[in-house]
């Protein structure tokens, strides 16, 4: 089990030491008292339904959130979107021109983005040829400068799962913080890394409202950590970083689970169709298998492909420059009608 592991030798120093910013909501934070007259925020005082700043906490949402999840409000921090929930971890933890990140290629592209962003160095070690991690690898890259870990799992564009035990491995062995994206995970049958996060200190969860939950839209990102990380976060988010409007519509659709269960169901159902059929398009010579709802191919020549399938109105995601996925294309998952349009141009080139 994990046993160097201390937060504070993690955290950059000017956010140890900085006085976070303090709101008039943070300062008197009591909403509900109807009799109140506020007058600290400098607001327009004639309602219209958002002429009030929102909750800073987003005390509403997170609740929901920790009662479908199983953690504490305190394990959780929202975001405007999962984007702005990795741009905080770097701020938090990493010192630039300092520290390093570890990132495993093929993967999201938003990782090496933000660690360039924040004049971080991005340590990059591949995944395996069956989009693996390389833990040998991974931990001769790691040196006492090493922050975090991005692994994501399912992986974008591979759309693989990480075995299990290479995550307990880096959690166990790793003294900077494991950081798990489940932007995918309602796609895939494994579980969730979220229980875990009472066991593991290092452990960073972030999932988002963006796909299975179909609200890309409003922007929210979740993180879930020890109640020690997301302190530290908290202390350095913009005040009023989730909008009034955001945080209504995700307070709908997350009473909504069996509507969202649905979809769910039926995006899985429309992929293994898609995974049957796409076998029988002449030019496809690997399909890659998926936990995510998208899949990527290996096809005779992804350029020409992608450009032939933009001349028939389909737009999908080229990926042949990607490490390892050379003449590889990535497909989401589209509604019935959708995919038969889409396999019906595939199967219309030759
Ligand atoms: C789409 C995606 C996200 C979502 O980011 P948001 O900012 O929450 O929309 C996060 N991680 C991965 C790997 C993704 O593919």
Not at 139 to 154: E, G, Q, R, W
Not at 282 to 291: A, D, G, K, N, R
Not at 310 to 335: D, H, S, Y
């Amino acid at each position: 089990m994990e046993n160097k592991f201390d937060i504070n030798t993690l955290v950059r120093e000017n956010v140890k030491l900085m006085k976070p910013y303090s709101s008039a909501r943070d300062e008197f934070e009591d909403f509900d008292t109807a009799e109140m007259i506020f007058l600290d925020a400098n607001e327009n005082p004639f309602e219209n339904g958002l002429n009030r700043y929102p909750d800073p906490q987003q005390t509403s949402v997170k609740s929901v959130l920790a009662n479908q999840n199983g953690v504490a409000i305190n394990q959780i921090l929202l975001g405007n979107g999962s984007d702005e929930v990795l741009d905080l971890l770097f701020r938090a933890f990493c010192e630039p021109k300092i520290d390093n990140v570890i990132t495993l290629p093929p993967t999201y592209g938003m990782y090496g983005v933000l660690a360039n962003l924040n004049a971080v160095e991005n340590r990059e070690v591949l995944l395996s040829n069956d989009f693996q991690p390389q833990l040998e690898l991974i931990m001769s890259a790691v040196d006492t400068n090493s922050k975090m870990i991005f692994l994501c799992s399912p992986n974008n564009p591979t759309g693989n799962s990480f075995s299990e035990g290479s995550v307990q491995y880096l959690l166990d062995n790793f003294n900077g913080l494991v950081l798990i994206d489940e932007a995918y995970i309602d796609f895939s049958d494994k579980a969730s890394w979220i229980q875990k996060i009472k066991d593991y200190p290092n452990l960073i969860i972030t999932q988002t409202l963006s796909k299975a939950y179909g609200l890309a839209g409003i922007r929210l990102g979740v993180c879930y950590a020890s109640a020690a990380i997301i302190a530290v976060l908290n202390k350095i988010k913009p005040p009023y970083n989730v909008n009034e409007l955001t945080q209504q519509r995700a307070l709908d659709r997350l009473a909504n689970p069996k509507q969202i269960k649905e979809e769910i169901i039926s995006i899985i159902a429309q992929r293994e169709q898609l995974l049957k059929v796409l076998s029988e398009v002449s030019f496809v010579s690997f399909i890659y298998p998926t936990e995510a709802n998208f899949i990527l191919i290996k096809v005779d020549n992804a350029n020409q492909r992608y450009d032939e399938l933009i001349a028939k109105g389909i737009v999908i995601r080229n990926r042949t420059t990607q490490p390892l996925c050379e003449n590889t294309l990535r497909l989401t998952i589209g509604t019935a009608e959708e995919n038969q349009k889409l396999i019906a141009a595939l199967k219309s080139l030759n």
